[in-house]
């Protein structure tokens, strides 16, 4: 009954139209169902791959028969992810060998890398196939919906004697990084406040609200009202509840700023601009003083959480410069006790690729990172690419938190956002809204027309 209120109006007979479509969709749409089995992790780690092999057939079809397929062309960044992931593995493989971690450990390590780095290049590169983006942001919706129903019994949990966790998964003994990315959390104590927060289905509080600023900006391609709000509440509800400030702060700072650059042309957003500038010039003293007091309140907020991630990072700098400065440690180690026997190289992408990989792998996230944002900076000010704006969003919300988590380590959770990225990265002008325009009932891989 509530499913078929929000799907009223005209997009209400959106369905997944061949193959791709459908590994999307379920896999989104079903995000609380698979998490009650404890299985999300192992989605997102499968799914990059099964999409690949759609991509495959496909190319390999179109080589076949190449009257009844369109021609696939891969955009030159989407190449750079793929590069660069591969660079991030080759360095492994050579971090390994250089200290002399042993051939169980490097093929533990490669399986890693096929369910997290390589994950950065696999799902842009899902960009290449038939997806319609309309079909993610409906379903990221229905997600939306799902965390405005569910969040609310999860806020009565620590009132009832509740368990903080529901129980670990069986799917635990596959192997995984550790048992919060299989477990049914029902709300968490932070252990530096005291306060209560929620981490729904991820594996800890601020991974949700990476999660919820993700899905935000994708709510906003929904074109039903009705599933736009309930999206963009659900994902707004995920900031709240997880009490993470980056993503509180993200929320607010990220929308403006990529509505700002998209209106850039407009001759009243840049008299505002310039006006702004003055103002800003003649203000600067107060300004800086109340950026300073700003700042030094968002590091106190949680200031244990912040000074062991400071502590990590700068470990994991002085270790790599000393220790391995081209190929890295090849993995992470335990911590002292002064980081709370956290990993090296955990909490902070860069530095964690400093120490893992070295500035080989350094270098094989931040070029493609680079190329994209001046790439997608280009397009969110153009009218004619649709996703030029939500690309751009993907692109910055990436960059923000690899300052504070391990991209690869969280890629089975936004993942559609890569998919979203790799959408923006291959439209050519109003390429997306002839492909939503087109036949919804096209063959399971096949490219619609137009």
């Known amino acids: ?74 955009s030159p960044v989407i190449l750079l992810w793929v590069v660069g992931m591969v660079v991030m593995e080759v360095a492994l493989v050579i971090g390994h060998i250089d200290f002399n971690l042993g051939t169980a450990l490097l093929i533990k390590s490669s399986i890693g890398w096929a369910k997290g780095w390589a994950a950065l290049a696999l ?58 990315f299989f477990d049914v959390p029902l709300y968490e104590v932070d252990g530096s406040t005291g306060d209560l927060r929620w981490r729904l289905f991820t594996p800890w509080g601020p991974a949700l609200g990476f999660v919820g600023n993700v899905n935000f900006m994708i709510s906003l391609l929904e074109t039903n009202r009705r599933w736009r709000w309930a999206g963009m509440a659900g994902s707004v509800l995920m900031c709240l ?63 244990g959480s912040t000074r062991v991630r400071m502590a990590l990072k700068r470990i994991a700098v002085e270790r790599w410069q000393r220790e391995a400065p081209l190929w890295g440690h090849g ?39 680079a190329a994209t944002l001046l790439t997608l900076l280009r397009r969110a000010a153009d009218p004619a690419y649709r996703l030029g704006s939500t690309g751009l969003a993907m692109i910055v919300i990436l960059l923000l938190y690899t300052f504070g988590e391990n991209l690869e380590i969280l890629v089975y959770l936004f993942w559609p956002g890569m998919v979203i990225l790799g959408l923006a990265l291959q439209e050519s002008p109003h390429s997306d809204a002839a492909r939503s325009s087109s036949s919804v009932t096209s063959a399971p891989g096949q490219v619609p027309a137009g």
């Open 1 to 74: 009954m509530l499913l078929s209120l929000f799907g009223a109006g005209p997009d209400a007979d959106l369905r997944p139209a061949n193959v791709p479509e459908r590994l999307i969709w379920w896999s989104i749409v079903l995000t609380f169902p698979i998490w009650l089995v404890g299985g999300l992790y192992v989605v997102g780690s499968v799914l990059g791959w099964l999409l690949l092999a759609c991509l495959i057939i496909l190319l390999l079809a179109g080589r076949d028969n190449p009257e009844e397929y369109e021609p696939i062309s891969i």
């Open 123 to 180: 799902y842009p590169l899902a960009g290449c196939l038939p997806i319609r983006s309309r079909l993610i942001a409906r379903a990221i919706c229905v997600v939306g919906l799902h965390t405005l129903l569910i969040t609310p019994l999860l806020l009565l949990t620590p009132h009832l004697g509740l368990p903080q966790v529901l129980y670990v998964s069986p799917l635990r003994a596959i192997g995984g990084p550790g048992n919060e």
């Open 241 to 303: 509840v997880c009490k993470s400030r980056l993503a509180q702060l993200c929320i607010v700072l990220i929308p403006a700023l990529i509505g700002l650059i998209a209106r850039i042309r407009q001759p009243l957003v840049l008299i505002s601009l310039g006006m702004a500038s003055t103002l800003a010039g003649i203000m600067s003293p107060a300004l800086i003083e109340m950026f300073d007091r700003f700042w030094s309140n968002f590091k106190t907020a949680r200031a």
């Open 331 to 369: 993995i992470v180690e335990p911590g002292p006790h002064l980081v709370e026997a956290m990993p090296i190289g955990s909490h902070h992408t860069w530095a964690g690729l400093l120490f893992v990989k070295g500035a080989s792998g350094f270098l094989a996230l931040a070029i493609p990172m």
